[in-house]
């Protein structure tokens, strides 16, 4: 069994609001979450309007899976119109069988 975790910023520029703001990222994890089944969640920067960090875990058989869909998700995170990915720091911790 394999993790694959990552934690990312999003800069949010047209964000006016939190309510702008937690649409924009609402949105965003639950449309991650449905397509790929992982947990992930709003994890700092909550009182900042155009500013997020979203968090996520996969669980995969083996390194090349759970690299595979970390790709996808960034992928997906970069075709949103709303935001903009700045820090992307994903990892893989094996050997937890």
Not at 37 to 46: F, G, P, Q
Request: proline share 3%; net charge negative; with cysteine.
């Amino acid at each position: 069994m394999v993790v694959g975790i990552s934690s990312f910023e999003l800069h949010l520029p047209s964000c006016r609001s939190l309510k702008d703001k937690r649409r924009v990222v609402k949105s965003l994890i639950e449309r991650i979450h449905q397509r790929y089944r992982i947990s992930i969640a709003e994890t700092d920067h909550h009182d900042l309007l155009q500013r997020a960090e979203i968090s996520l875990a996969v669980v995969a058989q083996n390194d090349d899976e759970a690299e595979k869909m970390l790709d996808q998700v960034r992928d997906l995170i970069d075709t949103e119109p709303e935001a903009y990915l700045t820090l992307w720091q994903p990892q893989i911790l094996e050997g937890l069988s």
